[in-house]
């Protein structure tokens, strides 16, 4: 890869910045949110409702965006993240609204729902890392207009200030920002990752190579525009004219220092913006933020190029997944790994998500998934995504817990049929076996026995209690005189004893190695690890001495009784 040299910063003293936002988690939490709770956007201005902003921040779990809705009632990182997710197609809803009513100035938007593009997002989340961060950056890049670009807007992490006035907009329809960014991250890319360089050594940097890559040399302009030169309408403001409207000193394109005051700038605004919030760059600002002249120019001293972005460029975002014996599931990835994920944190908890994500397998929340998702195998998702085999002692658990979740079935508002003559044949809701099905219509079926010539029982039990069979009837199921004759017999108790062996270990990694070997003879009862204890049958006591005999090669064992 070509490389280019820039001057090298030193950073003593400068406010230090990464990014503190984890916007891809952030992107695919929003969708699910979405997706479960159907929110709908409020009917005048088109926002999400406060109440949803709450709970989308709780759901991201970052303190500022928690904060910011606290105390402003609204949050420009949701804003930013709802806006992303629209131009990626995860989510559809109306942004254009309708005009009620003859004297309306403004549209309304009436029962305006967020619907999931469960298409594209399934279709999102198959794509590899790479593949998604460039969907993502594209949306980004592309997404500008004559006011929402650098000069004008501040984003939601932005520390410079933008450009005051109204006149610079019109440039602004003549700047291709989505070419300016590329070109810019094609430039950063080129630089080695790891270093602090000067964001001024940068600045002049373009101005040598590239000096027209942001405002073209010749503009189109239309025939009412009055100031056609190529800065025209880009204004500096001095300190006491910052509260005057549409004040400002022109910024003529002759000066010797133009590229710095306007380029400059930018270059400034774009690092704190597309690079920073994707964790591709870390910038470094001045404490001093006062100055004569607005917006704030050379506060924004230096940057460092993470590897994130050397493998962006690459193409190859390299994903490695280790499952620990302690169920720690480790994703060692240079961004969130949201497709790994996403399959996962349904059955785990997070631990951590920087510098990397570390799930661990929750047992309730294993054996919830796997009744409601009978067919899925779990083991068979992670030996997909996994670099090395899993833990035997994972595997045993995680293979014992499944085997608990057998799922039951609830029939509701049908009727138990026993057919005593194996000949009969009717259309049932669900047979049982030969003799029992479950039917829609009792009643029915009853009337059409009796035309027949059977004797059918008919049957209605109360809410509070079944209701006993005639005396005499065929079936498996208590009678009258059966119930009688049982009340009258004294009932046989059966006492079973069984004995069980407790130990209890001083050394964690006898302890282990014990316990592991245990579960691959499935030896024991109980364990608890926390403890270091573990409980097996009396009858087992021989086999589990066996494995201890082998493991004193390493160890000087003793078993104390303790009355």
């Not at 000069?151 to 933008?162: A, E, G, I, N, Q």
């Not at 120019?297 to 190029?305: D, E, G, H, P, R």
């Not at 899993?390 to 057998?406: D, F, G, H, K, Y």
Request: charged share 30%.
């Amino acid at each position: 890869m070509k490389r280019i040299k820039l001057e090298k910063a030193d950073i003593e003293g400068l406010d230090v910045v990464s990014c503190s936002y984890n916007l891809r988690k952030d992107l695919v939490t929003f969708v699910d949110f979405c997706f479960n709770n159907y929110p709908k956007r409020s009917h005048r201005n088109n926002d999400i409702s406060k109440t949803d902003l709450r709970k989308i921040a709780k759901a991201f779990g970052n303190k500022d965006v928690i904060n910011n809705i606290k105390e402003y009632g609204e949050s420009d990182y949701i804003d930013f993240i709802d806006s992303v997710v629209y131009k990626l197609g995860l989510v559809v809803y109306d942004t254009k609204g309708e005009y009620v009513g003859y004297y309306s100035s403004e549209p309304s938007y009436p029962d305006n729902h967020i619907n999931v593009n469960f298409k594209e997002f399934e279709k999102y989340l198959g794509l590899s890392p790479y593949k998604q961060d460039e969907k993502l950056l594209g949306a980004i890049i592309d997404k500008y207009d004559n006011v929402d670009n650098e000069f004008c807007t501040m984003k939601y992490h932005s520390r410079l200030d933008k450009f005051k006035g109204r006149g610079n907009y019109d440039i602004m329809h003549h700047i291709k920002f989505d070419v300016a960014r590329r070109y810019m991250l094609d430039i950063l890319s080129q630089l080695p990752a790891g270093e602090w360089y000067a964001t001024q050594s940068l600045i002049k940097y373009l101005k040598q190579v590239f000096p027209l890559f942001l405002i073209p040399d010749k503009i189109k302009w239309d025939k009412w525009t009055t100031n056609k030169s190529r800065y025209a309408g880009i204004k500096e403001v001095r300190i006491e004219d910052t509260d005057r409207y549409n004040s400002g000193i022109q910024i003529n394109e002759n000066d010797a220092d133009v590229f710095e005051r306007v380029e400059g700038r930018w270059a400034e605004r774009f690092l704190e913006y597309i690079p920073l919030i994707l964790g591709f760059v870390d910038v470094a600002y001045d404490k001093d933020f006062s100055t004569e002249i607005y917006p704030v120019s050379n506060k924004l001293k230096a940057f460092k190029v993470n590897y994130r972005l050397e493998n962006y460029h690459q193409k190859d975002y390299p994903v490695k997944a280790t499952l620990q014996p302690n169920f720690d599931l480790i994703i060692e990835a240079p961004i969130y790994p949201a497709s790994i994920a996403r399959a996962f944190i349904d059955i785990s908890d997070t631990i951590t998500e920087e510098p990397h994500l570390v799930l661990r397998l929750n047992k309730k929340k294993i054996i919830k998934y796997h009744a409601d998702n009978t067919e899925a195998n779990i083991i068979g998702q992670l030996e997909e995504i996994l670099s090395n085999p899993i833990p035997a002692n994972v595997r045993i658990e995680l293979s014992e817990w499944m085997e608990q979740t057998n799922k039951f079935v609830l029939y509701s508002r049908l009727d138990l049929y026993e057919n005593s003559d194996t000949k009969d044949r009717l259309e049932a809701e669900h047979v049982i076996n030969n003799k029992f099905s479950l039917i829609k219509d009792g009643l029915s079926l009853h009337e059409n026995l009796m035309v027949s010539g059977k004797v059918p029982v008919l049957i209605n039990h109360k809410d509070e209690k079944f209701t006993l069979a005639p005396k005499g009837s065929n079936t498996i199921f208590a009678t009258k005189d059966k119930t009688v004759l049982k009340a009258r017999t004294k009932e046989r108790v059966n006492i079973s004893s069984d004995t069980y062996i407790i130990y209890s270990i001083d050394n964690q990694e006898f302890y282990k190695e014990l316990l592991l070997k245990c579960m691959e003879e499935k030896l024991l009862e109980f364990y608890d690890a926390d403890r270091c204890t573990l409980k097996f049958h009396k009858k087992l006591e021989k086999r589990v001495g066996d494995i201890i005999s082998k493991l004193k090669a390493d160890y000087i064992v003793s078993i104390k009784n303790i009355q």
